[in-house]
């Protein structure tokens, strides 16, 4: 293109700002713009500073003429926005599955484990399939015919609820960052339950804290109620009272295993008197 152009063919603007160097045929992505007016300059050979001499609106993008600062060329960089591409999305969330069609720029690199955000929930990459037929690592997205993503902000934690002899499985559906420990007591459905132990896949904890999105299993029990350890018998019913189980008691008798706790047993013994 040459390096001079009509006036009447650009609109003058106070400033834009423009990012990176322009490519080969003198075309940069949209989302090129930055906070500084540089670009390649052809004579430099180099990303210089440069002053916006006019604009002119092509399509969804625009054409500027420039002035390189250093040499005082003046040439004319083209804004376009990138293709399009339509990538069809299995997003799974918990049992159920949708697919769903995404619009991506052609040029943005697709990678397992990268997190984005549809219909206000957040997902991960977890599946990349090319039009060879191949999984992937990661690939441009004008290469991707499919992938799949996981909700990765809300994780279902599988259960296993026991009480007595009978044990029960349920889902719970959490925050993936909530934490639960093993030991501690928690609120389900109205009835309170003890979590015996959590399962990670590797390795089960049994007093240990883990988030929620590492969860493979939690065993829940229930826990035991105050009558399971109600005196039954006139001895226990006298033991609980000594050990102020059974409500205030202003002049406790210690139990055996306290009151000898510390004490030195005397070796002497008492004998009998000799019978005459």
Sequence with gaps: MDDTVEEDDFIEEDEVLLENEAEDDGFVGEDEILLENAVHCPDCDDVMGH???????????????????ECSKVHTVHIRPPPVVKIPFILTEGPSS???????????RLELE????EDDKLWSINQIEMKDGRYVKHSDASLVVRASALRCDMVRVKLTMTRGEDSSSD?????????FTAGNLMDL?????????????????????????DIKRMYLHEPPVAEHFAPRTPRERRQAWKEGKLGFNPDPVLPKEITKKGVTPSNKRKTKRPRN
């Design 171 to 179: 889902v719970l559906v959490v925050p993936a960052d909530k934490t």
């Design 189 to 213: 459905e109205g009835r309170t339950w003890r979590i015996r132990a959590i399962h990670m896949g590797h390795a089960r904890t049994l007093r240990g804290t883990v988030e929620a999105h």
């Design 98 to 108: 949708i697919t769903k069609v995404i619009e991506i720029d052609a040029d943005e």
């Design 114 to 117: 990268d997190v984005f955000q």
């Design 51 to 69: 002053i916006i001499l006019k604009e002119k609106p092509k399509g969804d993008g625009a054409d500027y003429l420039l002035k390189c600062e």
